[in-house]
């Protein structure tokens, strides 16, 4: 289908609305008034329909013009951001970038900065790819992300340190346990004990990798922190859960455990780029604002 109008028509007639005149218009696109008079003209005879009045010295809309305007701004700032997104993919942007985050972090860390990112940059897609364990490593030796938020730094790889997230053993607030002021070890040894899956462990590559406390007489393996604290919830047993995490959720039903010679411990997170020198400059930029945003919350703490 053949369209009868063009951008620069629509283009014309929404400067003409802003400027309130041919004349003011003309200056903003840098054409003579005669021009853009000419320009409507023909819009207007190929559409079928009046689109201005002039009053007086001023160029108004009419009702049809003002309705069908509202429509074609859309469609001017649509062809805009193609401009942009095209003058960023010249300068070597990539389409789509990979961001690995380590199940500790903390998500408002990385979606807060990527909410400044997308508004700078509406050219690059993104992937968030969750990790723990042997995954958050692999997603780094085998550059299987642009990005990676890590815990400890991979051996080889530059790291830079992001924040610190606190892990707090919990128990649901109907256990017998949460009414004590301080638990034993071997009080919670006889608890069954909710850890979360490795998830780069494959049986016939690799040995899975556990970390922390896990002496409890059984274990419940579960995919994420959203299971474990359903699990936790339902009174099925105890669970070292990101303290951020605890926060967010609902109170009433989880208590954080006092255990003795073990009330919490601290996981560092750090940003490493896998691909080093061939890293693009959209996951560069993002990362730039990552590093920025963490170099602002330690300042506020």
């Given at each position: 289908?053949?369209?009868?109008?063009?951008?620069?028509?629509?283009?014309?007639?929404?400067?003409?609305?802003?400027?309130?005149?041919?004349?003011?218009?003309?200056?903003?696109?840098?054409?003579?008034?005669?021009?853009?008079?000419?320009?409507?003209k023909k819009l207007e005879s190929q559409l079928g329909i009046t689109l201005i009045e002039v009053k007086?010295?001023?160029?108004?809309?009419?009702?049809?013009?003002?309705?069908?305007?509202?429509?074609?701004?859309?469609?001017?700032?649509?062809?805009?951001?193609?401009e942009n997104i095209s003058k960023q993919l010249s300068k070597g942007f990539e389409s789509e970038i990979?961001?690995?985050?380590?199940?500790?972090?903390?998500?408002?860390?990385?979606?807060?900065?990527?909410?400044?990112?997308?508004?700078?940059?509406?050219?690059?897609?993104?992937?968030?790819?969750?990790?723990?364990?042997?995954?958050?490593?692999?997603?780094?030796?085998?550059?299987?992300?642009?990005?990676?938020?890590?815990?400890?730094?991979?051996?080889?790889?530059?790291?830079?340190?992001?924040?610190?997230?606190?892990?707090?053993?919990?128990?649901?607030?109907?256990?017998?346990?949460?009414?004590?002021?301080?638990?034993?070890?071997?009080?919670?040894?006889?608890?069954?004990?909710?850890?979360?899956?490795?998830?780069?462990?494959?049986?016939?590559?690799?040995?899975?990798?556990?970390?922390?406390?896990?002496?409890?007489?059984?274990?419940?393996?579960?995919?994420?922190?959203?299971?474990?604290?359903?699990?936790?919830?339902?009174?099925?047993?105890?669970?070292?859960?990101?303290?951020?995490?605890?926060?967010?959720?609902?109170?009433?039903?989880?208590?954080?455990?006092?255990?003795?010679?073990?009330?919490?411990?601290?996981?560092?997170?750090?940003?490493?780029?896998?691909?080093?020198?061939?890293t693009g400059p959209a996951a560069k930029a993002f990362y730039d604002i990552l590093l920025q945003s963490?170099?602002?919350?330690?300042?506020?703490?």
């Amino acid at each position: 289908m053949r369209l009868k109008s063009t951008l620069d028509q629509w283009l014309t007639l929404y400067e003409i609305d802003r400027a309130g005149s041919f004349q003011a218009a003309a200056i903003v696109l840098n054409k003579s008034h005669t021009t853009l008079i000419y320009s409507v003209k023909k819009l207007e005879s190929q559409l079928g329909i009046t689109l201005i009045e002039v009053k007086g010295r001023r160029a108004v809309l009419t009702e049809d013009g003002k309705s069908l305007l509202r429509r074609a701004t859309t469609m001017l700032e649509q062809a805009r951001e193609l401009e942009n997104i095209s003058k960023q993919l010249s300068k070597g942007f990539e389409s789509e970038i990979t961001i690995a985050v380590d199940h500790l972090c903390d998500l408002a860390w990385l979606y807060k900065p990527m909410e400044q990112y997308v508004n700078i940059n509406g050219a690059t897609s993104v992937q968030v790819v969750e990790t723990s364990l042997t995954k958050t490593t692999d997603m780094v030796i085998n550059e299987r992300a642009d990005i990676s938020i890590i815990n400890l730094p991979v051996t080889n790889y530059s790291a830079e340190a992001f924040g610190v997230i606190t892990m707090v053993p919990i128990v649901a607030a109907t256990h017998p346990l949460a009414l004590k002021n301080i638990v034993s070890l071997t009080e919670i040894s006889t608890l069954p004990q909710i850890v979360i899956r490795d998830l780069g462990y494959e049986p016939t590559k690799k040995h899975q990798q556990d970390v922390g406390w896990l002496k409890s007489r059984q274990r419940i393996t579960v995919d994420n922190f959203t299971h474990a604290f359903q699990a936790v919830e339902q009174g099925v047993g105890f669970c070292r859960i990101p303290e951020h995490m605890v926060r967010d959720r609902n109170k009433t039903q989880v208590v954080v455990l006092e255990v003795e010679h073990a009330q919490k411990y601290q996981v560092p997170m750090h940003l490493t780029l896998p691909k080093g020198a061939k890293t693009g400059p959209a996951a560069k930029a993002f990362y730039d604002i990552l590093l920025q945003s963490a170099s602002h919350r330690r300042k506020q703490y």
